[in-house]
């Protein structure tokens, strides 16, 4: 995705031979009003036609702060993942200009495991492969855009379009979403990742997960968990959280794909995700434990999350469940949790994943109003699902 950048000089010396000419070359209101209207990489490419038009598109671009996604599933008619082709298309005719990206893509399939389209014999070892992908997505997105992907066993998703979209989970085939984040007023999301190498006090107050007033989420993922030593490292990062008035929501995944990587070894444990701070951000977020086994259980648990009086509008849900649950845990029904959460929450979208452990509580953050108690141990859970609400502002 292009940046804005300096006016074209063959477009700025177009003459102005008609009425309409004359207004598109110097009314900024109304260059201004059919910018409105153009996809950002469109509006982009049109603010290299005057400094006006510049003008114009920057102040256009300050407008679009609601969060949009991108998500795909079936098979892809490419050697790649299937949400890669979706986001080369979707991004023509996206509203925004994201500065997060938050991806989360199917394990078996980004892999390249399966699927008798991708070429068996030209298949490349793994880290090839994520760093293919991480190559690819800088190319689909802006320079300036943090890029956080996440691979897992399982996807939820909710299809691009609208929130009231029913979400669907998957857990087997190729499934993929991409969260997109704009400059957003009174709200800032930062990326962050450690290793046994980089988690220190002072890291965790540059990455914002400490002595941060503003923090009000954090989405945060294991990678490598099984391990030896990554247990008490992810203790080590849960406990100052669990002290916190914020809200925690993750899992453990398989592996994390991110920009930058240099500080641990190949193979090593360690965490990522993301914090949100504001003033504007509330959140909520519910437990459903492993007693949680049948659809009617599933609603009162979830109808709790509705008791938190959340703002539904510019919300995003977020469903991180064990790979045992699904419906391999509800009598071999499907969906269940993600159409329970949609019969709740009509108008918000749903996304998240079936992973390896889970990582979150029974939490309600509003405006100076906290409630939670729990510690560190308390936000660790297996065969369960953590099912959260984020509103942006």
């Not at 880290?127 to 855009?145: F, G, I, T, V, W």
């Not at 994943?353 to 660790?380: H, M, P, W």
Request: neutral net charge; charged residues 20%.
């Amino acid at each position: 995705m292009e940046e804005l950048g300096a006016p074209s000089s063959a477009a700025s010396s177009a003459p102005a031979d008609s009425k309409a000419g004359y207004v598109l070359s110097n009314v900024a209101e109304v260059v201004e009003r059919i910018l409105t209207f153009v996809p950002t990489k469109a509006l982009l490419r049109a603010a290299r036609v005057s400094r006006l038009w510049r003008n114009c598109a920057r102040r256009v671009l300050k407008t679009q702060q609601q969060m949009s996604w991108l998500s795909a599933f079936g098979t892809s008619r490419y050697e790649e993942h299937v949400l890669l082709g979706a986001m080369e298309e979707g991004l023509e005719t996206k509203y925004l200009l994201p500065l997060t990206a938050l991806l989360m893509v199917d394990s078996e399939h980004f892999n390249g495991h399966n699927g008798s389209y991708r070429h068996k014999k030209a298949r490349k070892c793994q880290d090839e492969e994520e760093s293919d992908a991480m190559d690819r997505l800088r190319r689909l997105l802006p320079k300036s855009c943090d890029i956080l992907c996440i691979v897992t066993p399982g996807i939820v998703l909710t299809p691009t379009g609208l929130p009231c979209t029913t979400p669907k989970e998957f857990m087997e085939g190729e499934a993929g979403f991409s969260l997109l984040f704009p400059a957003m007023d009174g709200v800032q999301i930062r990326p962050f990742h450690f290793c046994k190498n980089s988690l220190n006090q002072e890291s965790l107050e540059e990455a914002g997960l400490t002595g941060n007033p503003d923090l009000k989420v954090v989405l945060l993922f294991g990678y490598h968990a099984y391990k030896s030593g990554a247990a008490v490292f992810l203790n080590k990062l849960l406990e100052p959280l669990a002290r916190s008035n914020v809200l925690i929501a993750g899992g453990h995944v398989e592996k994390a794909c991110i920009q930058q990587r240099d500080c641990c070894s190949p193979g090593s444990f360690g965490v990522v995700g993301l914090t949100l701070s504001g003033s504007r951000i509330q959140g909520a977020s519910v437990l459903l434990d492993q007693d949680v086994s049948s659809p009617k259980a599933a609603e009162v648990t979830i109808r709790r999350l509705k008791a938190a009086s959340i703002p539904e509008r510019n919300t995003v849900g977020f469903m991180f469940a064990c790979v045992a649950r699904g419906h391999n845990h509800y009598n071999n029904e499907h969906n269940v949790e993600a159409d329970t959460f949609h019969k709740i929450f009509p108008s918000v979208p749903l996304f998240g994943f079936f992973g390896n452990g889970e990582i979150g509580c029974d939490r309600i953050v509003k405006e100076n109003y906290t409630l939670s108690e729990t510690d560190a141990n308390g936000l660790q859970h297996g065969y369960t699902t953590v099912m959260s609400l984020v509103h942006l502002g």
